[in-house]
């Protein structure tokens, strides 16, 4: 599996394009944008779609800036971490950061700020080599990248674009069952993954698949919906059944991906 990378940087030919260039020797695929504004508008779109983001310091923050040349400010980074929080707020989703810069103030100016994302800092100028295997090794070790290379048979499915919205949900119920941290939402991410599928499933299913649909449907309807007698929330079902639940629909997308051939 390539690691595939979302770079923001304003130094388009500089930067950009020789790291994209460079980076195909190392399995690494970078997609770039110029801007805060638009890196992070495709980051919020397409972000299962990456492993990993690395930021320039001193950046355009806007298209508008970058429209009108505008010289990139000192504080561009703030701003940066800003759409960052607000993104990993909105999307509980973690990916591993980078800034590469060749900000001319103290470092100390803005270390703290990216010390307390657990990124790493480099300088631009510098052999790319440290940058290709620092990527490689955070890619590698985060729980996301890990869980796509165990179940990938699994998630080319999402591959298709009318599918990808509910890839996040794919990964989230996963790392719920890899970590044995169950909860509703667990439930909750794999009756949405289900529903958004099940309509396009054929109508004639195999015996060893209709009876895992039917489950599946019952029993995350019958515990995420009120009783309706009294209104009352229906406690959550064992974590063995949620797991059971989890891994049914793995086989059921592992039929529906055979399906779509």
């Known amino acids: 599996m ?3 990378v979302l770079l923001i940087d304003d130094e388009e030919e500089a930067i950009c394009k020789k790291l994209q260039r460079n980076a195909k020797d190392e399995g690494i695929e970078i997609v770039y944008f110029c801007n805060y504004e638009a890196g992070f508008a495709e980051l919020n779109r397409n972000f299962t779609q990456y492993h990993a983001l690395v930021l ?6 806007t298209q508008a800036e970058q429209d009108n040349d505008h010289d990139p400010t000192d504080d561009a980074i703030s701003e940066g971490l800003r759409l960052l929080g607000e993104f990993e707020h909105r999307t509980a989703y973690f990916l591993p950061v980078v800034v590469n810069t060749g900000f001319s103030f103290p470092e100390s100016y803005f270390s703290p700020q990216i010390n307390a994302i657990k990124a790493r800092i480099f300088r631009k100028g510098t052999d790319p080599d440290n ?3 620092h990527l490689k090794n955070i890619v590698a070790n985060s729980q996301t990248y890990q869980i796509e290379r165990k179940y990938a048979d699994v998630l080319v499915v999402f591959e298709k674009s009318e599918y990808a919205s509910v890839k996040s949900d794919v990964l989230a119920f996963l790392k719920d069952i890899e970590t044995e941290t169950i ?3 667990t439930l909750v991410s794999i009756r949405k993954v289900f529903e958004t599928l099940s309509n396009d499933f054929p109508t004639s ?4 698949i209709h009876p895992l649909t039917g489950v599946i449907w019952k029993m995350t ?8 007698r009294d209104k009352k929330q229906r406690p959550l079902p064992s974590p063995y059944l949620v797991k059971a639940m989890g891994y049914a629909l793995l ?3 592992l039929w529906f991906k055979n399906e779509m051939k």
């Not at 299913?205 to 060893?208: K, W």
């Open 2 to 4: 390539n690691i595939k």
């Open 56 to 61: 320039d310091a001193k950046c355009w923050k």
């Open 131 to 133: 940058l290709w295997a």
């Open 183 to 185: 909860t509703r939402d």
């Open 205 to 208: 299913q195999p015996d060893n």
């Open 221 to 228: 309807s019958w515990h995420l919906h009120p009783d309706k």
């Open 251 to 253: 086989d059921v997308l």
